[in-house]
């Protein structure tokens, strides 16, 4: 069953409770899912539609980042839902096996929670036929035991590059501050 409207409400709300800091940053998040219900979770929906991304730690610390290849940044791996997506952790690690090869077995979530939801502006894209709109990025931290880079095989058709970062050295806040708590051992919401 795809993504509903329902899972990502309690999605929110759950994380809501651990930040409620955010609440009125994230509010276009709510006032867009109270508009598109079940549409929140597809990528025809112009006035905002999740995404799922993968923060993913080394022992050693460092956190994996792609480079875009459509938005010549670097970023977590991460990317729309699909219809085989049962819920957004499922497809935060289904984007992160496919853009980069490593596979779920190679890692584990740190919680069922989103550690970070970003909204954020994505500017149209005519080659696609897409306006500019927004993704509502429900990110979740995950685990591995790899040390090897090697290990990494790119979907050369969005992602052009890849680097393990320290978690300083990523800029955006509070996922800058998160990621780093993690990396020193801390603990998440369950």
Known sequence: ???????????????????????????????VLDEAGD????????????TAGAALLRPDGRVLT??????R???LPGGHVEASDTTLLDAALR?????????SDQVEPVSLLPFHIDAH?????????????????????????LDEVETV?????E????????ADMLTAEPLRSRVMAAARGGTLPT
Not at 121 to 126: E, K, L, M, Q, R
């Open 39 to 50: 549409s929140i979770a597809s990528r025809k929906e112009y006035r905002g539609h999740v």
């Open 121 to 145: 502006p994505i500017p149209a894209s005519p080659d696609k036929g897409e306006d500019a709109h927004q993704h509502f990025d429900f990110r979740y931290l995950f685990r591995t035991t």
């Open 1 to 31: 069953m795809p993504i509903t409207a329902q899972h990502v409400r309690e999605t929110l709300d759950a994380y809501l409770t651990h930040h409620p800091d955010e609440k009125d940053a994230l509010s276009v998040v709510s006032e």
């Open 153 to 157: 095989d790119l979907q050369e058709e």
């Open 159 to 166: 992602v052009t590059a890849f680097s393990w970062q320290f």
């Open 73 to 75: 940044k670097w970023l």
């Open 66 to 71: 792609i480079e875009h290849r459509a938005l």
């Open 95 to 103: 984007e992160l096996e496919e853009e980069t090869g490593i596979r």
